[in-house]
């Protein structure tokens, strides 16, 4: 029986004076608040020679501000009202978050506020060390980069910052310079190009009041931009990296539709056909009944103007061709073959119960509604749910025919693999 949920919830938004946009979701049930500072500044906003200040500029934020002048007391600050700063870096957006318990909103937003009307932006040499520490998480003993996300959105999108490392290079890390840093702030941290999220228990009315004193001071700016990237892969291509280990990481992935795209909605069903736990095809076929590898994983990483559609698994390197044969079948299948209707039933059952489990997620509520108004305006959940819910098995073909063509496939393998093995990839890769 269907359960009558009918999802109460609803975004109210307010913009303020200076373009600052304020997405309250009120969940007065919840005892917690997430308060998330999304800003559109990320990798692909930089030049090559900026490459890495946006990733950079997010560790300087930590350092400080004019009333908490070191990262220890502005940490300190945060922590002794229950909340703990996390903030993550993108490739087109990055965020700042702190959650806290709902009498501890107004404390929450002031030091957020604070973090971005005064940073110090100090320490960069201290700062400097630490970015470079991570950027080595992604080189080998040869100083051979072995990331394959990067790696492959790399050869995705070779002539656009898309294709650039969130980090950066080395050598761009080792240069960047206080006036980089200041120059980089003043430019993307600005009122029209943040979106404040305030999603939990915690009412709109009180929390604009308080939005308005923390953030109304903030310069207003411009809206930062980005073209999107031209398609001008013509056949499929191998990405190769030897690196030693036991395994090689093997990655395949379609340049897929973005988030407004009509097929969208086909293209995420199309996703959870492949994973969406142990009894869907991947997992199953390659793991269970071939026992190929330990995990493998499928997922849509999406943007509002283009998108991903990627398999990753690691494999012992002479398991590698057996693997890639039995994943390009998988795809294959989709694209040739109408998806029984009762593996779709069950698909779009996943999706409205993982939908429904959002609305006690504060975190995701705010990624949702505030995160997506970044670019565009949020779907209420009643037309998400509908969409998918119309999906049938001819949308979900002509989105695998539009997506898994030959001059959209990429194929990456990172570990040690010999030139005949590397040969017969390509061959596998070329008969798709």
């Keep these: 029986m269907r359960n009558p949920f009918r999802y109460p919830i609803q975004p109210l938004s307010e913009t303020l004076p200076n373009g600052l946009r304020l997405v309250s979701v009120e969940l007065p049930h919840l005892h917690t608040v997430s308060l998330v500072l999304y800003v559109r500044v990320g990798s692909r906003y930089e030049s090559a020679e900026d490459n890495g200040l946006s990733h950079f500029l997010e560790h300087m934020l930590f350092r400080g501000t004019a009333r908490y002048p070191s990262s220890l007391s502005l940490h300190s600050a945060i922590e ?16 700042y978050q702190i959650s806290v318990h709902p009498e501890n909103v107004e404390l929450g937003l002031a030091l957020l506020g604070e973090i971005f009307r005064a940073p110090t932006l100090s ?4 700062e400097r060390k630490i970015v470079l520490e991570e950027i080595q998480e992604d080189l080998d003993e040869q100083g051979h980069d072995v990331n394959i996300d990067d790696l492959v959105r790399r050869a995705v999108w070779p002539d656009h910052p898309l294709g650039f490392k969130i980090t950066g290079p080395y050598e761009n890390v080792e240069r960047f310079s206080d006036a980089d840093v200041k120059r980089h702030f003043a430019r993307h941290y600005v009122a029209s190009n943040m979106v404040l999220a305030v999603s939990g228990a915690a009412r709109h009315a009180q929390t604009l009041g308080w939005a308005v004193r923390e953030f109304g001071e903030l310069p207003p700016g411009l809206p930062t931009t980005s073209p999107s990237p031209d398609d001008k892969q013509k056949r499929p291509q191998l990405v190769y990296v030897r690196s030693e280990g036991s395994q090689t990481a093997l990655q395949v992935v379609f340049r897929a539709l973005p988030e407004t795209d009509p097929d969208f909605i086909a293209l995420q069903a199309l996703s959870r056909l492949l994973d969406d736990g142990m009894s869907t095809r991947l997992h199953y076929r390659v793991c ?3 026992g190929l590898a330990y995990n493998i994983h499928g997922n849509l990483e999406a943007m509002h103007d283009v998108a991903l559609l990627e398999v990753n698994t690691n494999a012992v390197h002479k398991n590698v061709p057996a693997v890639l044969d039995e994943v390009l079948v998988i795809l294959d299948e989709l694209r040739t073959t109408p998806v029984p209707e009762r593996e779709l039933e069950r698909v779009k059952k996943r999706f409205r119960w993982d939908l429904e489990a959002a609305f006690d997620d504060p975190d995701a509520l ?10 565009r305006p949020s779907e209420p959940a009643e037309l998400r749910l509908a969409r998918m819910e119309a999906v049938t098995s001819e949308d979900i073909l002509h989105a695998a025919r539009r997506v898994m063509r030959p001059e959209r496939l990429t194929v990456a393998a990172v570990g040690v693999l010999s030139s005949r093995v590397r ?4 061959r596998k890769i070329e008969a798709f």
């Design 80 to 95: 002794d009202i229950g909340g703990t700063l996390y903030a993550e870096t993108g490739r087109d957006y990055s965020l």
């Design 123 to 126: 320490d960069i040499a201290l």
């Design 288 to 290: 269970d009944q071939k």
């Design 366 to 375: 705010a990624g949702w509604y505030a995160g997506t108004e970044l670019f």
């Design 423 to 426: 040969g017969e990839l390509r």
